[in-house]
């Protein structure tokens, strides 16, 4: 099974509302990064989170991580039609080499 | 810096052909990541070189597919012979270090006829 899956797997939401995507995880982790992509494009990094970091914003985004829970909270707030993309989060376990991407959220952002 | 470049960004041959990506690295970025991306099976690592040196390979689902980085700014996927079901888009993304953001290529659509 996957390291870190997204939940849900597919959300639409008009514009100016806010989207919530969560990922959860099963093993401990160094960081963890969330990424766009836009149809048909290369994933773009939007954020990293810290295992000893609770909270990161950046712009219109929040990321929130719980160690505890093993899970991470992706929030966009004041969604636009651009931010239609599919979102993935990568889990950096400890003591792997690699990021592990998740199977992504599908956003989709009604005008 | 251009980013990290794919070529050729489409491809389309016949089963039995053989395939190349090629795929150039940020400079200075010391990891590259090659992945194969479709609507079954999502995003998957096929494999990934630290310092040119290749580090896991275990997602390279056949012996059909092969990879090199000879050096710091080159890297290729080979498939050899291709296969209908090889048909996917294929991306390289480098980092500086192996946990570090990764930076995506636009990818090669491959199709195989």
């Known amino acids: 099974s996957q390291q870190g899956e997204e939940d849900p797997q597919a959300l639409s939401i008009q514009e100016g509302e806010n989207a919530t995507m969560n990922c959860s995880y099963k093993t401990s982790i160094n960081n963890l990064q969330w990424y766009r992509q836009n149809s048909g494009r290369g994933l773009v990094h939007l954020i990293l989170i810290r295992s000893n970091e609770r909270e990161k914003h950046s712009g219109r985004l929040r990321v929130t991580l719980d160690t505890s829970k093993k899970s991470s909270s992706l929030l966009i707030t004041a969604s636009r039609a651009a931010d239609t993309a599919s979102y993935f989060c990568?889990?950096?376990?400890?003591?792997?080499?690699?990021?592990?991407f998740g199977d992504g959220t599908t956003l989709t952002v009604k005008p | 810096d251009a980013g990290v470049i794919q070529s050729p960004r489409h491809e389309v041959t016949e089963m039995g052909q053989e395939v190349t990506l090629r795929c150039k690295p940020i400079s200075g970025h010391n990891s590259l990541f090659w992945y194969r991306q479709t609507m079954m099976r999502g995003l998957e690592l096929l494999i990934y070189f630290n310092n040119n040196v290749p580090i896991d390979d275990s997602g390279m689902p056949e012996d059909r597919f092969s990879a090199k980085m000879p050096n710091a700014s080159f890297s290729t996927l080979k498939i050899q012979p291709s296969e209908p079901r090889d048909s996917a888009v294929y991306f390289c993304?480098?980092?500086?270090?192996?946990?570090?953001?990764?930076?995506f290529g636009p990818g090669t659509r491959l199709t195989v006829t």
């Open positions: 993304a480098s980092s500086f270090l192996l946990q570090d953001e990764q930076y």
């Open positions: 990568a889990t950096d376990v400890q003591g792997a080499g690699k990021s592990t």
